[in-house]
């Protein structure tokens, strides 16, 4: 008798961003092709009779299937200007029709995957760029069938809290002192309609040279901060410098793999978590390390995931509250909100056949905003130079006033950083 088909049990993290996309792309590099694309994503699919990269994400679901022909129609040749990679990004987003979980989009020596974030956080996004750019040697694609038992937050749960059981407490008195408190009623308030089609993202490229110096620099006169929380302050001078209202509280995503077995770290699934930190304008780059590297000592990234579980466990299943209806008009503070994740230097990309055309190496990747007045800001560092790419919706801020606060944060970080702090 035949086996049963196999499943997947979401998570609830999974089901909330089931509905939701995030677009990566990466380039300008050498030989890509279509079909050598689709042959790589076939692979992919037959690494393993329960693939991750092959799930069906649904919302509505706990129980989710893997697909079959993942590959498909889902590898195309795009057309378009490529020097602009947000513009890129944007123009991926707003493309007609509903997308299937994952498709990606081969644009000359330029790469993008669109997929469901219920797949996977932005740990399988980067993966997916590295093997389908180049996998001559068949060792990362089975990388991408590889995902993370139903058990994996209750053993790192363990693995921390037995180990450093004090840091419980740490967690309880940190939530206290970031948590985000009501509101005045007179606080100003934006009404907005049809926000879902106003996303856009911008794209800001710091060279290598001034990553140096801003290396340099905040070594001598910041000895503490890191370059997570370097950027983080950055982006918030850089936005305050052109005028936005900028939320005080500061969205950091934590990969929680980090309380992981070093065997599960390259595993796939939703395991990246938003912490909010309360972080003022006069807050320095070492302050924000300082706040960065408690949260990671109290467990309060795992410890957010285990409640999660346990909310799920504990209650009935209740279909997503997402909406779809994109003529829905909102009301939201006029203040942006910000979430930043810094991925680092990015060391998968290392063994590709980038173009040496003068054009810098950059991967960008879009990351929803979960409301009109937030925006989202991934990092990442290839051969030396920075990528920030900003995502937002551009009625609540003017594209070009992102891309100001983009330059002005890229082209003199030091200046900004010496005149903020």
């Known amino acids: ?34 079909e050598r694309t689709r042959a790589t994503l076939i692979a992919a699919e037959h690494v393993d009779a329960a693939p991750h990269i092959a799930l069906e994400p649904r919302a509505d679901a706990r129980q989710w299937r893997y697909r079959n022909n993942i590959a498909g129609n889902n590898v195309v040749a795009g057309s378009g200007a490529t020097d602009d990679l947000g513009q890129m990004l944007t123009d991926i987003r707003h493309r ?88 005045p009623t007179s606080t100003p308030r934006r009404r907005m309609e049809n926000w879902e089609t106003a996303k856009v993202s911008r794209a800001g490229y710091m060279s290598r040279i001034r990553v140096e110096e801003l290396k340099h620099w905040t070594a001598e006169n910041m000895p503490g901060a890191t370059a997570a929380s370097v950027s983080i302050a950055l982006w918030a001078a850089a936005l305050r410098a052109e005028s936005v209202d900028v939320d005080d509280h500061v969205m950091v995503l934590f990969n929680s793999r980090r309380y992981l077995d070093p065997s599960l770290q390259n595993s796939h699934g939703n395991f990246a978590v938003g912490i909010p930190l309360h972080l003022p304008a006069h807050t320095t780059p070492v302050g924000i390390a300082a706040a960065m590297r408690e949260v990671i ?77 937030g925006c989202t800001m991934l990092i990442a560092e290839i051969a030396g130079g920075r990528t920030y790419t900003a995502s937002f919706c551009s009625k609540m801020v003017d594209a070009e006033v992102m891309d100001a606060a983009l330059r002005r944060m890229c082209e003199d970080p030091v200046a900004l950083l010496r005149d903020a702090y």
């Not at 049963?4 to 092709?33: C, K, M, N, Q, W």
């Not at 797949?119 to 040697?137: P, S, T």
């Not at 909310?311 to 910000?338: G, I, K, W």
């Open 1 to 34: 008798m035949p086996s049963a088909e196999p499943t997947y049990r979401s998570t609830a993290l999974d089901r909330v961003f089931a509905d939701t996309r995030i677009v990566t792309a990466i380039g300008p590099v050498r030989g890509l092709d279509v």
């Open 96 to 183: 007609d029709g509903s997308p299937s979980p994952l498709e990606v989009v081969v644009f000359g020596e330029h790469l993008a995957v669109d997929y469901s974030h219920g797949i996977g956080d932005g740990q399988i996004g980067v993966m997916m760029l590295a093997a389908f750019c180049d996998d001559a040697e068949g060792t990362l694609v089975p990388g991408l069938a590889a995902g993370l038992p139903s058990s994996t937050t209750w053993k790192a749960l363990w693995r921390h809290y037995s180990r450093n059981p004090r840091t419980l407490a740490d967690f309880w008195k940190l939530r206290a002192r970031h948590r985000i408190e009501p509101g």
């Open 297 to 373: 000592e109290s467990g309060w990234p795992i410890a957010v995931l285990g409640m999660s579980h346990l909310r799920d466990v504990a209650s009935r299943f209740r279909r997503s509250a997402r909406t779809q209806n994109e003529n829905s008009v909102v009301e939201v503070p006029d203040t942006l909100r910000l979430a930043v994740s810094d991925l680092g230097r990015v060391r998968v990309f290392d063994h590709l056949d980038w173009a040496d055309d003068g054009r810098p190496r950059q991967m960008a990747a879009s990351l929803e905003p979960d409301g009109p007045d």
